[in-house]
């Protein structure tokens, strides 16, 4: 990787980027891709390495931990603009104020969920053809990042449900 697409270069654009009004998703991709993403593709992708993975596994792999970091990002922005302070346990609205690129400041927060949920399907077809046993951590990490989204509107539906009994 060129030294200038690093995870340093992820942060310098993140920084650069706030409070710019011409920011479009490619350039928010590569922000997320640089930071996140990265760092979850390096584990990933050590870890197929290290598992003796050959390298079409590898390159699946290091796809699936992509789209992971970019989930994590999606889901992220959602919750900064849809949760309180108390609920997310950090402050909420921070990107806002920092005037950050968000995807749902670009999208809307609809098409971030889409966009959040397309990641999440896209990531676990990647890990098909995998032993589902050494594979499902990685399920697990693919679910559990959608799930914090999740978790507060399925938990509202369910009190709904159970008082409706």
């Known amino acids: 990787m060129p030294e200038n697409e690093g995870l340093v270069a992820g942060q310098v654009v993140d920084i650069s980027s706030e409070g710019l009004t011409d920011v479009g998703l490619d350039h928010l991709e590569f922000i997320h891709v640089h930071k996140t993403a990265a760092l979850l593709e390096a584990s990933v992708v050590l870890g197929a390495i290290i598992g003796g ?21 999606v889901v992220d922005d959602i919750l900064d603009v849809t949760k309180s302070s108390k609920e997310l346990g950090k402050t909420a609205g921070k990107d806002l104020v920092a005037d950050k690129v968000t995807y749902p400041k670009l999208i809307g927060i609809e098409k971030s969920r889409e966009f959040a949920e397309k990641l999440r399907s896209d990531s676990l077809e990647l890990l098909q053809g995998f032993d589902p046993e050494k594979a499902a951590p990685l399920v697990a990490l693919s679910i559990s990042v959608i799930f914090t989204q999740l978790k507060f509107q399925r938990l509202q539906r369910d009190v709904v449900l159970s008082c409706s009994r």
Do not use: H, M, N, T
């Open 53 to 73: 993975g050959c390298d079409e596994d590898v390159e699946r792999l290091r796809k699936f931990a992509r789209y992971i970091g970019l989930l994590f990002q």
